[in-house]
T-cell receptor, first 110, second 111 residues
């Protein structure tokens, strides 16, 4: 059965489709944002970051969009692969710490 | 590729006992962190450490917690008297600039 606390939003996508994972942040003073991927039993793994003076940043198969007006981040994954299955966290970095969001579980259907 | 290593991977302890979780940060990094993640929940900041002192700590990091960099390579988290609610994954991270790199974590089980 489901464990207490496992109430992550889940995004299920077909292999090869694009994925969009959304995140809202809270602190207007944050000027640096990061997306992390966490696979089962592992620590968070850095994917991509963006500073508040940018609206968009692209990496390999990933794009992060930042909307400071509504305090919203999104992570776009192109051509989603089975290896992309994981929990994705956005994090804001207002000082000497990361403040993580609650995460989204990405499931990739074959 | 350099990585943050943590030992042990799993620590089982009795309530009230002291535990020390160990981390070897990436060698040229200067900033060190501890986070915890209760099962199924988000990662929570505990403490950051720079230049041999705490930079910032959260409300979770009370007097039962302490951190130390005993030598040039290790970074430890001590919990003096563990409670049941301390059961969680504990992650160490280090950074040279902005990006924090995480270890695989230590699962602490308090019985």
């Amino acid at each position: 059965g489901e464990s207490v606390g496992l109430h992550l939003p889940t995004l299920s996508v077909q292999e090869g489709d694009n994925s969009i994972i959304n995140c809202a942040y809270s602190n207007s003073a944050s000027d640096y944002f990061i997306w992390y991927k966490q696979e089962s039993g592992k620590g968070p793994q850095f994917i991509i970051d963006i500073r508040s003076n940018m609206d968009k940043r692209q990496g390999q198969r990933v794009t992060v969009l930042l909307n400071k007006t509504v305090k919203h981040l999104s992570l776009q994954i192109a051509a989603t692969q089975p290896g992309d299955s994981a929990v994705y966290f956005c994090a804001e970095n207002p000082s000497y710490k990361l403040i993580f969001g609650s995460g989204t579980r990405l499931l990739v259907r074959p | 590729e350099p990585e943050v290593t943590q030992t042990p991977s799993h620590q089982v302890t009795q309530m009230g006992q002291e535990v020390i979780l160990r981390c070897v940060p990436i060698s040229n990094h200067l900033y060190f962190y501890w986070y915890r993640q209760i099962l199924g929940q988000k990662v929570e900041f505990l403490v950051s450490f720079y230049n041999n002192e705490i930079s910032e700590k959260s409300e979770i990091f009370d007097d039962q917690f302490s951190v130390e960099r005993p030598d040039g390579s290790n970074f430890t988290l001590k919990i003096r008297s563990t409670k049941l609610e301390d059961s969680a994954m504990y992650f160490c991270a280090s950074s040279g600039s902005n990006i924090q790199y995480f270890g695989a974590g230590t699962r602490l089980s308090v019985l």
